[in-house]
């Protein structure tokens, strides 16, 4: 059993900058960043896979967000730049131990672990 802690949501200004970490109690391979915005379903974000190498976004924030991980470490973080009011919502982070690649880490069902999520609000 995996257990995901995620911290850095905040409130701020929009084109402000934040950074979410998500640690986590163990080992994990694939690691991505879940939104849900009030009254929307659940939506991908940013994945990384198990070695770092390959990354994958979500079109609307693509050139603003980067998703890294320290891998000795057990983090995963989502630096978000240039901020929108749009981007409000709990993030959640989310692994999986099975060695999922590619486009599947866009999948919510890819992952069997999760945080509790972090709270963003941007104002405008």
């Known amino acids: 059993q995996v257990q995901l802690v995620e911290s850095g949501g905040a409130l701020v200004q929009a084109g402000g900058s934040l950074r979410l970490s998500c640690a986590a109690s163990?080992?994990?391979?694939?690691m991505g960043w879940f939104r849900q915005a009030p009254g929307k379903e659940r939506e991908f974000v940013a994945a990384?896979?198990?070695?770092?190498?390959?990354?994958y976004y979500a079109e609307s924030v693509k050139g603003r967000f980067a998703i890294s991980r320290d891998s000795a470490k057990n983090t995963v973080y989502l630096q978000m730049n240039s901020l929108k009011p749009e981007d409000t919502a709990v993030y959640y982070c989310?692994?999986?131990?099975?060695?999922?690649?590619?486009?599947?880490?866009?999948?919510?069902?890819?992952?069997?672990?999760w945080g509790q999520g972090t709270q963003v609000t941007v104002s405008s």
């Open positions: 989310a692994a999986e131990r099975t060695g999922v690649l590619g486009a599947r880490l866009r999948r919510p069902d890819e992952y069997r672990y």
């Open positions: 163990g080992r994990t391979y694939g």
């Open positions: 990384i896979d198990r070695s770092g190498d390959s990354t």
